[in-house]
T-cell receptor
């Protein structure tokens, strides 16, 4: 069974640009969550999508947005990039309900904003 | 107040020895889950072990076990027979509520484990 995949793995952008990151969950997983990891703030929850609907959102500005498609693949978008957006962006997929507990992470997209 | 506290920024252990990584948590929910993840320098988060708040037995997965003390709100990870490949950052995380209601994880600041030959 293929794991969670994220594309691209590395990205370099300049301030003011926008970026779109993609995440394909494990087959059968319908929940996709996004996290930002920085040396200063650690791992912070961005948002979660389930059945194409945003279910939960962390404390991030509106420049951070996302969506989920009918095949459960998810994208996150960051507009008007700032230097502080440089981070490792991780997505995690999981089953929902029942005895589903594990959340499996992808390899991450490392975004550098210059 | 921090919801997940990992008080050991760095730990060293001799190869083949056991090591305990500390984690305390804070929640008012009765139903919650506790997770441990390993993050090597490559960046990928590797799921290690899960403990539910209603689970009476401590979780075990191979060389990993979770020492769950509910009254003390602690969920320490024990790695037995450490291997050089265990050198990595380890994160404790909590999900409040059931997996059917929300999947958001709150992470601790991590512990950098170094296994010495």
């Amino acid at each position: 069974k293929a794991g969670v995949t994220q594309t691209p793995r590395y990205l370099i952008k300049t301030r003011g640009q926008q970026v779109t990151l993609s995440c394909s969950p494990i087959s059968g997983h319908r929940s996709v969550s996004w996290y930002q990891q920085t040396p200063g703030q650690g791992l912070q929850f961005l948002f979660e999508y389930f059945s194409e609907t945003q279910r939960n959102k962390g404390n991030f500005p509106g420049r951070f947005s996302g969506r989920q498609f009918s095949n459960s693949r998810s994208e996150m978008n960051v507009s008007t990039l700032e230097l502080g957006d440089s981070a490792l962006y991780l997505c995690a997929s999981s089953l929902v309900g029942g005895r589903a507990n594990e959340q499996f992470f992808g390899p991450g997209t490392r975004l550098t904003v210059l | 107040a921090q919801k997940i506290t990992q008080t050991q920024p760095g730990m060293f252990v001799q190869e083949k020895e056991a090591v305990t990584l500390d984690c305390t948590y804070d929640t008012s929910d009765q139903s919650y889950g506790l997770f441990w993840y390993k993050q090597p320098s490559s960046g990928e988060m590797i799921f290690l072990i899960y403990q539910g708040s209603y689970d009476e037995q401590n979780a075990t997965e191979g060389r990993y076990s979770l020492n769950f003390q509910k009254a003390r709100k602690s969920a320490n990870l024990v790695i037995s027979a450490s291997q050089l490949g265990d050198s990595a950052m380890y994160f404790c995380a909590m999900r409040e509520g059931t997996s059917g209601s929300a999947r958001q994880l709150t992470f601790g600041s991590g512990t950098q484990l170094t296994v010495l030959p």
